[in-house]
């Protein structure tokens, strides 16, 4: 029997049992769990679990060793898939000598967008670089560079986006304004997938996790099915689900899947 959540086909996001391996070692182990429409969805584990590495083969930048990943049905790295996403890196991918406006024009070349400049300056505007349109990525503090890269992320228009710990550097106005922009994102259909090691900023953002630990998804689904699945009481705090399913060996996690009732698809609320 397969205990892992499976798949659905009316996901935003699936990820169907992807390995991906670096030499000997396997950064994601059998990955499977859905992100629905319309939801903000937090990926949460320690680090080296592999969510970077998880993020980068759903955007199509490196291909899975096994199993499958598809973006709204797309299989992930083809062009269809890449029109309906958008990654921002934990690391942002600036081009040293290009000015914070050239990047976001290069973004709406790339991606042939049209009247997208109200758009871009808005976005500009609400994160704090309309008034260093011109400054260098070497000029920018390491909170406005990562501020760039969410704009470049967001002018892309893509509905299923990928945010990859991306509230560090931010001061708290700034964090405050992506969790609204987050928000209103989901509300109009988008799916937001969040990674983040800050387990105060899950609470903040969405009721709803996947637990990646060592390559495999230890849990996934509302936090309700979280605490079911750490076999805690319905008021467990999320630090306590996070210790307890993080802490499983793979013979426990396959044990607490079966009492949850087998193969039912744990991430579907």
Not at 79 to 105: K, N, T
Not at 168 to 176: C, I, Q, V, Y
Not at 178 to 192: Q, Y
């Amino acid at each position: 029997m397969n205990d892992a959540p499976s798949v659905s086909t009316d996901a935003a996001l699936e990820c169907a049992g992807v390995v991906k391996r670096f030499g000997a070692k396997r950064a994601l182990d059998g990955a499977r769990f859905t992100c629905p429409s319309g939801a903000v969805t937090a990926l949460i584990g320690p680090n080296g679990a592999g969510k970077s590495t998880l993020f980068r083969v759903a955007a199509g930048l490196l291909a899975p060793d096994e199993g499958t990943v598809r973006v709204r049905r797309h299989t992930a790295g083809t062009p269809a898939a890449q029109r309906a996403l958008s990654l921002m890196p934990e690391q942002p991918d600036l081009y040293p000598g290009v000015s914070v406006w050239e990047h976001v024009v290069f973004v709406a070349l790339i991606y042939r967008l049209a009247d997208w400049q109200g758009q871009a300056r808005d976005l500009l505007e609400r994160f704090g670089l309309s008034d260093r349109l011109d400054a260098l990525p070497h000029e920018l503090s390491q909170g406005l560079r990562r501020r760039l890269a969410l704009v470049m992320a967001l002018l892309h228009g893509a509905d299923v986006l990928l945010l990859d710990e991306p509230f560090n550097g931010l001061d708290p106005r700034s964090a405050r304004e992506l969790r609204a922009l987050v928000a209103e994102l989901a509300a109009s259909g988008a799916c937001v997938l969040v990674s983040t090691h800050i387990l105060a900023d899950v609470a903040r953002l969405t009721e709803r996790a996947v637990l990646l630990d060592q390559g495999r998804v230890t849990a996934a689904g509302s936090f309700d099915d979280l605490r079911r699945q750490a076999a805690l009481a319905p008021d467990a705090d999320l630090e306590a689900v996070y210790f307890a399913l993080t802490a499983l060996t793979p013979d426990e996690l396959a044990g607490a899947h079966k009492h949850e009732g087998g193969d039912r698809d744990t991430d579907e609320e």
